[in-house]
């Protein structure tokens, strides 16, 4: 069964930068078939897409995120990663990275079938 | 950006009943709508996509109906562990986005 498991600090400071690490066991990373994704959960809201990235790098971001937001993959280890810059308290959240399964034509992703089960994020000084 | 809207925000429920939550697009998506279950601390699942699909392994008591900008999600025979939160996502462009969610209690 393949499993997705998100490692990074629980706590950063307004204005730093937030880096997060997916990493992803028993299966490849190196296949055209799927995107490697990042969702979070804000508290009490519901769920906010953050970006994708495949296998060899091209990167997909939400577009309110897009300025700030750089995601990163290393098939050889088998992990891809989230960097956040000049966080503000609206970034808290539980952030999740997730498989999705890309789509033919003018969409991205079909479904995000394989989830982490999330890591928690404060903003706070 | 499409944006998805799900009703209702809430919902309380008990073993053994039917709900069903609501998910409008504000365009056509066409099928691209995915169910996924939500619960604190856990991995998110996915119930339905194409928006009847069921997920391999997930319960017949799940089902999903709709087509261009309604779509429902139905659980039959509720049961204790389908307590959580419910959310609707349209991956029609390439900008994926999720409705409010649903929490039933």
């Known amino acids: 069964q393949v499993l997705l498991q998100e490692s990074g600090p629980g706590l950063v400071k307004p204005s730093e930068t937030l880096s997060l690490t997916c990493t992803v066991s028993?299966?490849?990373?190196?296949?055209?078939?799927?995107?490697w994704a990042w969702v979070r959960q804000h508290p009490e809201r519901g769920l906010e897409w953050v970006g994708v990235t495949s296998n060899s790098g091209t990167v997909y971001y939400n577009q309110s995120l897009r300025s700030r937001l750089t995601l990163s993959v290393d098939p050889s280890k088998n992990q891809f990663f989230l960097r956040l810059r000049s966080v503000t308290a609206a970034d808290t959240a539980v952030y999740h990275c997730?498989?999705?399964?890309?789509?033919?034509?003018?969409?991205?992703?079909?479904?995000?079938?394989?989830w982490g089960q999330g890591t928690h994020v404060t903003v706070s000084s | 950006d499409i944006q998805m809207t799900q009703s209702p925000s809430s919902l309380s429920a008990s073993v053994g009943d039917t709900i069903t939550i609501s998910c409008r697009a504000s365009q056509n998506i066409m099928y691209s709508l995915n169910w996924y279950q939500y619960k604190p601390g856990r991995a998110p699942k996915v119930l339905i996509h194409a928006a009847s699909l069921l997920q391999t392994g997930v319960p017949s008591r799940f089902s999903g109906t709709g087509s261009g900008t309604d779509f429902s999600l139905t659980i039959s025979n509720l049961q204790p562990e389908d307590f959580g939160s419910y959310y609707c996502q349209q991956t029609y462009n390439m900008f994926p986005s999720f409705g409010g969610g649903t929490k039933v209690e």
């Open positions: 028993r299966t490849t990373m190196n296949t055209e078939d799927y995107f």
């Open positions: 997730a498989r999705a399964l890309a789509c033919q034509g003018t969409c991205l992703a079909e479904v995000f079938d394989i």
